[in-house]
């Protein structure tokens, strides 16, 4: 299993739960998922652009 691929994933179901258009949830961080990605991090005035450890454990994905 491509453990970016389900990390991608579980971002994309959260962001999408979350109300934020992510397109196909398929595991691919294309267009609609880093835009909608960024528009998470800047209404929750995280570090905009990657999906990385703050974003994560922002969105629950990950503990300490």
Known sequence: INKIAVVNY???E?????GYDVGTIDGLLGRKTKNA???YQADNKLPIGQL???SLKHLGLIND
Do not use: I, R
């Open 14 to 18: 959260k962001l999408q739960k979350l």
């Open 10 to 12: 579980e971002c994309q």
């Open 37 to 39: 990605l960024v528009t």
């Open 52 to 54: 990385d450890f703050v």
